[in-house]
């Protein structure tokens, strides 16, 4: 729907009501209280232009995602146990036996193997490399990448504590893989694409009513317990007794 406005010039109204609301998140709205989303079509509101994702034929308003995190997603059992379902599939995708083999072009960067990419509409904050958090901006006209390269769940943990981690801005990112098509998680949901895949971004596309008075970015999560992931993935990458 976000396309189908920008593409015709038509102001865009954001009701957070959805599941996680990650893009209310990021302009500011009441995730608690839908309603109040109306209020921006009265006097009480105003208008920004801000940044699309273009994926393919497609755009997105939070991220395209490409290895581990989309073949998790992919699985029928992650609606129901997500935890469950991650710590049962990613150990296996991060040491190779599972997924394509992925390779990422962006800009002048080029990432041969990362086990879980993520493009974003704008770049995350640069703490949250699993882009589940905040975009402080949504009108930079840059996606944001993130690239994770691990061979095991305990080295992924590792990884996710901000070592060796591949984080930048482009205005283009290109996939390619091992396979002539791959699945790819646009906006949480996971269609299949014919390799080459293409990201882009269009600046300041969509026109987004929102209040005048917005509460703001949510207060930040909690810091993980990294202690705590990393006993979890040692245990679910140790090989069984028989």
């Known amino acids: 729907m976000a396309g189908i406005a920008a593409e015709h010039d038509l102001p865009f109204l954001v009701i ?5 609301s990650h893009f209310a998140l990021d302009l500011g709205l009441d995730r608690n209280n839908p309603a109040a989303c109306l209020g921006a079509l009265t006097e009480d509101g105003v208008e920004q232009r801000i940044d699309l994702g273009v994926i393919g034929d497609r755009t ?16 029928p059992a992650y609606r129901d146990d997500k935890c469950g379902t991650t710590l049962a599939i990613l150990p296996d ?25 993520l493009v974003s509409n704008n770049a995350y ?12 901006r949504l009108d930079t006209g840059a996606l ?11 080295r992924a943990v590792e990884l996710l504590g901000g070592g060796g981690v591949t984080i930048l801005a482009a205005d283009e990112v ?3 893989a091992d396979v002539p098509e791959i ?5 949480g949901e996971t269609i299949m694409m014919c390799t080459l895949v293409r990201c882009t971004i269009q ?20 810091a993980l317990d990294w202690q705590a992931l990393r006993q979890l993935a040692s245990f679910r990458s140790a090989p069984a007794r028989t």
């Open 174 to 176: 290109v996939v390619d």
């Open 183 to 187: 699945p790819v998680g646009i906006d």
């Open 203 to 222: 600046q300041w596309a969509l026109r987004v009513r929102v209040l005048k008075d917005r509460p703001g970015v949510c207060p930040p999560k909690p």
């Open 16 to 20: 957070t009501a959805g599941t996680h």
């Open 125 to 136: 904050d640069a703490s949250d490399i699993a882009g589940l958090g905040h975009r402080a």
């Open 60 to 75: 997105f308003v939070n991220n395209a995602s490409f290895g581990a995190y989309a073949e998790v997603v992919r699985s």
């Open 144 to 154: 944001g990448v993130v690239a994770v390269t691990a061979n095991s769940a305990v």
């Open 93 to 117: 995708l991060l040491s190779g036996h599972q997924g394509a083999k992925l390779t990422a072009r962006a800009g002048a960067i080029t990432i041969t193997g990362p086990q879980a990419l």
